[in-house]
């Protein structure tokens, strides 16, 4: 069985090719357009990328398109994208306006340019159907809460990516294959041992943190929508309704231009003075930029509240992982989020931490209590998964 994953952005197009064997899952080819205009033209030269490199005949060898799809109004899980779940998607589209529109285009797109190939999405909030109540609710009337306003969470793909991983790390095998397994199965029962604790810190374009007890999530720091939470790169996150709302009156503003402000203007650009990459940030920052500075001054502190938050409510921890752009190859934002914790029982090894950037290692000192661990997430690895697994039970 061969599952294309498609992973879209508003101007690009990225892609992973995975065949299911007896064996399991393989990865046959992966690639990606950028400055995309055109989609129709993108997938047809993304199929005869396919064809050139050999890995695909026809476009008819493929038995689905999958999409690691945000949000929907009432539907969550893996799901067929058929008519009426894109229109539950276009029904939440200003939720997440940096995210749905395009991938609603490209899915309608893939549909035209691949007729009869099943289109498949696995929803990023899926992870946190087992979040407590207390986690999902917000303080708001019963009949917001009934129109899906609640906390949802986000990179659920990523995030459960971490936990299969982590607890393949950590020893806890009886733990990972149930962990792999949940969308089918439910939480995995775990008898008697004490439980499996780990953060994840999924740092990049846009971050998030979640905490895992067995592998299952407890709550995301991202809310209803994906502009929530940490400062992303050009986002908000957190911010006080209240702040928003004097803000309009104040400056005269429409919800249009209020929306495009939050959504283009805001997080890490708009503390920086304008940058939106890490990178340019750091470099700002070392030559003196004092915004830059303080735009990593709050990022830190964000990421470390959320840390605080999950630690209480795991009651302890047994490891912190770092991933995405952001997580796997910056060691001194790592440094920085793992300051001053030794009471909290994490130690970084200072050098392992500096060797490790883009790989899968640990970069704790050998008696920390907690470990600490940078994996490499694999988002399309579990989208694959569960289409494959929609598509083996109901063809
Ligand atoms: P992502 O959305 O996961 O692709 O992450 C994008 C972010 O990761 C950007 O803000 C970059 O600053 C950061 N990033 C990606 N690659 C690197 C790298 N090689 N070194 C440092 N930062 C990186």
Known sequence: MNILVANIGSTSLKYRL???REEGPKLLAKGGFERVTDYAATINECLAELRHNGVLQEASDLDAVAFKVIVAKGISGCVRLTESALEAM???SRLAPAHNPPYIAGI???AETLPGVPLIGLFETAFYQWAPPAFRRYAV???WQEAGMERLGFHGASHKFIAERSAQ?????DLSAGIEDLYQKGP????????LRVISCHLGGSSSITGLRNGVAIGNSFGTSPQSGLPQNNRSGDLDPFALLHMMREENLDVAATEKLLCTEGGLKALSGGYNDLRDIKSQADSGNEQARLAIDVLVEQIRHWIGSFYLSLNGLDALVFTAGIGENNPWLREAVCRDL????LQLDPTKNESLRGEEGEISSPDSPVKVLVIPTNEELVVAREAQR???HTP
């Open 108 to 110: 309608r797109q893939f």
């Open 342 to 345: 030794d009471q909290l029982g």
């Open 90 to 92: 276009e029904h939440f």
């Open 18 to 20: 995975y065949a299911f």
């Open 169 to 173: 790390l950590l020893g806890r095998e």
């Open 188 to 195: 995995p029962a775990v008898a008697g041992e004490k439980p």
């Open 390 to 392: 929609l598509l083996h």
């Open 141 to 143: 009337p019963a009949s």
